[in-house]
Structures are given as C-alpha cells and as structure tokens.
C-alpha cells in the first residue's frame, strides 16, 4: 500500500461494512485518503470504522445509507460534504447473492418470485448508479474523479443457479463502461470509471453456496468451482485491493471503461 499516496482525497466506500469493501476502504486509509463508509447497518458501519480508525486514526466516517434509496444517498452525500468538504473517489461495493433467486433441488427456476429476483437486481446493479449518480454530481463540478466498481466474474461469465447475482453483475459491468464513456464525454476527460471482478471468496452471502452448514467441507459447488481455478484456491478479500488503489490512483490515468479480473485465472480456463 505504501506505493500509492492519497492524502489529502476524500473517499466514499459502500457497503464497505461487508469483507471487500471493507478491505479496500483500509487500504484507502492507510494510502492517506479520509474514507466515508456507506452503509445499511449502523452497526457494521461503525464497527469497521472503529477497526480502522484504531490502525489509522480519525480517518473513516461511518455513514447510515441504503443505497438503493434515492433519499437515503442523498442524505448520506450530505453528511459526507459536511464532514470532508468535497468527494474524489467513489467506491462502489454493496452488493450480494440471496438464496431465494438461486436454484437448487427446493427451488427450481420456474418458482422463483419476481420480487426476489428485483429485490438482487437492485442490490448489485441500482446500488452502483443511484451512488454514481450522486457523486458523480460532485465530479462532474469539479472535473475530476474515480469511481471504482466492485462487480463479479459471475457478470461475464454467468453462474450456474444464480440467477439474479449473475445478471445483476453483468447490468453493473455494462453500466462501468457506459458510464465511463458518458462521464469523460458529457462532463470532463478526468472523470475515470472502472471495476474490479472478484473470482470466488468465502464471504457471508455465498457461504451457504460453498460451505456445508453443518461439517464445514466444501459443498460439491464449491468442489467443483476449485476444479475450475488455475491456481486452486478461493481468494481472499485483500486480494482485491491493490487493483482497486490502482484504478483510484495516478497510475491509472489513463484507463476507463476497464473491468479487472481478480479471480485466480477462473475467467481464463475453459476447463480443458
């Protein structure tokens, strides 16, 4: 991390209460950068800030927000305006699976409930625009400014069972590239917009996908997932930093539209 130096920038982390996102927004802080964490719950919000802010002190605000509520990101845009004056990079990391749009021998595709399937949509696709669509109003102000996506392998290449993760990630990697080129086309060349595509990482909402609940061994997905990475492992949250810092950072001024793998060459096997 000592590589990149962001004192003096302000950051927005959502959903960064969860494991990757919260891994990114420590990276953040310890490069210099005063990070808000937006987030559903108060209480996971401010655990992670207290967990950073012990490491690197009075650098992470946690911030209240469901960010798929146009109101609730309006009201946390304006707390965080109040509390760092100005925004220069935009994290955006809500996002989730829900056994409810995922198949198995209870639930097959053909019963799967509608509002389920809007309710994951919404979660990985929705909780990337309404923040970009506040923030951006800020980088489209003054010129400049980084958002970073956290989407999915599962976006380009869609995951067997999970519908409405899988689609939703792909809706977030096309979103990334149009976003990329209506802000560097409409507002300003130095507004940049890209993503990071975790591969497979036991977090709290795929556990129940990869992990027998009971025993604790991998499931027969998760065997069959690591069959089906070069490097025979499932990743770690903090993994994905360095890529995303990168894309924050002056090294990467001249990338946009860009989707990063970070998944253990998984999107590079065809399986033979």
Aim: proline fraction near 4%; hydrophobic fraction near 45%.
């Amino acid at each position: 991390m000592t590589t990149f130096d962001f004192h003096g920038k302000k950051a927005v982390a959502t959903g960064a209460g969860g494991a990757i996102g919260g891994e990114i927004a420590r990276g953040l802080a310890q490069a210099g950068a005063e990070v808000a964490i937006w987030d559903i719950s108060p209480a996971a919000a401010r655990a992670k800030a207290d967990e950073i802010n012990q490491d690197f002190p009075d650098k992470v605000l946690p911030v209240e927000c469901n960010v798929i509520s146009k109101d609730s990101v309006e009201a946390a845009l304006a707390e965080t305006i109040e509390h760092f004056g100005t925004i220069d990079f935009l994290l955006n990391g809500a996002g989730g699976s829900h056994k409810d749009t995922t198949t198995s021998p209870e639930l097959e595709f053909f019963d799967i409930d509608p509002e389920a399937v809007k309710m994951v949509m919404d979660l990985n696709y929705l909780s990337a625009v309404l923040p970009s669509q506040a923030v951006g109003r800020v980088f489209a102000a003054k010129g400049d400014g980084a958002v970073v996506n956290i989407t999915s392998i599962g976006g380009g290449l869609p995951l067997s069972r999970a519908l409405a993760y899988s689609n939703g990630k792909a809706a977030a990697d096309s979103f990334t590239r149009w976003l990329a080129v209506h802000m560097a086309t409409t507002y300003a060349p130095k507004i940049r917009v890209n993503a990071v595509a975790p591969g497979f990482m036991i977090t709290t909402q795929n556990r129940f996908l990869l992990l027998d609940e009971a025993s604790g061994e991998l499931t027969d997905r998760g065997e069959t997932i690591l069959k089906n990475v070069p490097m025979a492992r499932f990743g770690d949250p903090h993994e994905v930093v360095g890529a995303a810092l990168w894309l924050f950072s002056d090294a990467a001024t001249f990338v946009t539209g860009a989707i990063v793998p970070i998944d253990g060459g998984f999107s590079a096997f065809c399986g033979v």
